[in-house]
């Protein structure tokens, strides 16, 4: 299905839905509520923005890049999906469904003034890259909070397994005046340090340098308190067991072609998902699905 500005308008709602296309040409689809605003590309299903009215943004964007055709910007939500980082025999990290469109094929107003947005990607696209002809939608629902539900269906007679995470860049004021709460206790893959398994022994976790982390069998509530903006940051999820933890700090951010100089110091990713001995199986006509919910409160 072409995506152009003529072929998707339909789906606008006045004062709550508009459709646009960005300098490159990309689609795109603001969304106003009674709480807040967001933004979002076809391009990926790619939440580049959400934030509640009176307050500070909840998602970092990269200060230097573009959207272009193809690439994934460093920000927002990339989804993470059919696989999780570098997979053997594949070019492509964390999958393909962030660097193609999808289909938008629903929007409404709910009952709570929310604005709902249901997205499939094609088809198509997944047998062109092997896959099998799985049922992929993603709901993302804008009010107070923003809420996120990532569903797949195994409609053919074999079973697969895959990996899923939302790649959630979080704006914070200061890197060295945040820190991650929800995660003690819990054993961790440490990527800085050739996948050690470690142990988390602290209740708030500081960010002082490159942090690279999977944390096994998350399943919590996460807190990450933005001292600086003096909010907390919510994740609530259900049915995810793997939470990745990630800065790349001073060296490791000037290998990243769309971050300036500083971008690291406005940012932390807390990654929801279920990778690696977490991942997903799905046996012929069985479903799963992945929700995560982001909010901000006074700290």
């Known amino acids: 299905m072409p995506y152009s500005l003529e072929t998707?308008?339909?789906?606008?709602?006045?004062?709550?839905?508009?459709?646009?296309?960005?300098?490159?040409?990309?689609?795109?689809?603001?969304?106003?509520?009674?709480?807040s605003n967001a933004e979002i590309y076809f391009q990926g299903a790619h939440v580049t923005s959400f934030q509640q009215h009176g307050r500070a943004p909840l998602l970092f964007m990269s200060a230097s890049g573009r959207m272009s055709r193809g690439h994934m910007l460093h920000g927002?939500?990339?989804?993470?999906?059919?696989?999780?980082?570098?997979?053997?025999?594949?070019?492509?990290?964390?999958?393909?469904?962030r660097l193609h469109p999808w289909n938008l094929i629903m929007t409404k107003v709910n009952?709570?003034?929310?604005?709902?947005?249901?997205?499939?990607?094609?088809?198509?696209?997944?047998?062109?890259?092997?896959?099998?002809?799985?049922?992929?939608?993603?709901?993302?629902?804008v009010g107070a909070s923003l809420k996120l539900e990532l569903s797949v269906k195994n409609r053919t007679?074999?079973?697969?397994?895959?990996?899923?995470?939302?790649?959630?860049?979080?704006?914070?004021?200061d890197i060295e005046q945040t820190m991650i709460q929800g995660l003690q206790g819990l054993y961790y893959l440490d990527k800085t340090e050739d996948l050690i398994l470690k142990l988390e022994n602290q209740e708030k976790i500081p960010i002082r340098g490159e942090i690279?982390?999977?944390?096994?069998?998350?399943?919590?509530?996460?807190?990450?308190?933005?001292?600086?903006h003096g909010r907390i940051i919510h994740i609530k999820k259900n049915f995810s067991r793997s939470t990745?933890?990630?800065?790349?700090?001073?060296?490791?951010?000037t290998s990243i072609p769309d971050f300036a100089p500083d971008d690291f110091k406005q940012m932390i990713c807390v990654?929801?998902?279920?990778?690696?001995?977490?991942?997903?199986?799905?046996?012929?006509?069985?479903?799963?699905?992945?929700?995560v919910e982001l909010s901000t409160s006074s700290d």
């Open 8 to 35: 998707w308008k339909h789906f606008q709602i006045p004062d709550h839905i508009f459709l646009s296309t960005d300098a490159d040409g990309l689609l795109k689809i603001s969304v106003q509520t009674i709480y």
């Open 244 to 253: 990745v933890l990630w800065n790349p700090w001073i060296e490791k951010a």
């Open 111 to 141: 009952e709570e003034e929310e604005v709902e947005l249901l997205f499939e990607f094609p088809e198509k696209l997944l047998s062109q890259f092997g896959w099998l002809p799985l049922e992929v939608h993603y709901k993302v629902i």
């Open 271 to 291: 990654e929801s998902g279920n990778i690696g001995q977490f991942s997903k199986k799905l046996s012929p006509g069985e479903s799963s699905l992945i929700y």
């Open 157 to 173: 007679e074999e079973s697969f397994s895959y990996e899923e995470c939302f790649h959630t860049y979080f704006s914070v004021g």
């Open 76 to 97: 927002g939500i990339p989804l993470c999906f059919p696989w999780f980082g570098n997979r053997p025999g594949e070019e492509l990290s964390h999958g393909f469904v």
């Open 212 to 228: 690279n982390r999977i944390y096994l069998d998350s399943r919590d509530p996460i807190q990450i308190h933005d001292y600086a």
